[in-house]
């Protein structure tokens, strides 16, 4: 059984999880509603990826 992989992460939205995890919110909270991989939103929180992109300013609705 193959597993499904988690989409690329790209600038855009590495700004979005660097937004949520500013305003407080959990990995698992911010990588169920992207659709992405936990680990992902570890390796942006550590710097591991796209550690130059600024957060964006505002959460998009997605987020409530």
Avoid at 19 to 36: K, W
């Amino acid at each position: 059984m193959k597993r499904k992989s988690s989409p690329p992460i790209t600038a855009e939205i590495a700004a979005i999880i660097k937004r949520a995890l500013l305003n407080g919110l959990f990995q698992h909270q911010i990588a169920s509603v992207l659709g992405v991989n936990q680990g992902r939103i570890s390796e942006v929180k550590n710097g591991k990826a796209f550690p130059g992109i600024p957060p964006v300013a505002k959460l998009p609705p997605a987020f409530g």
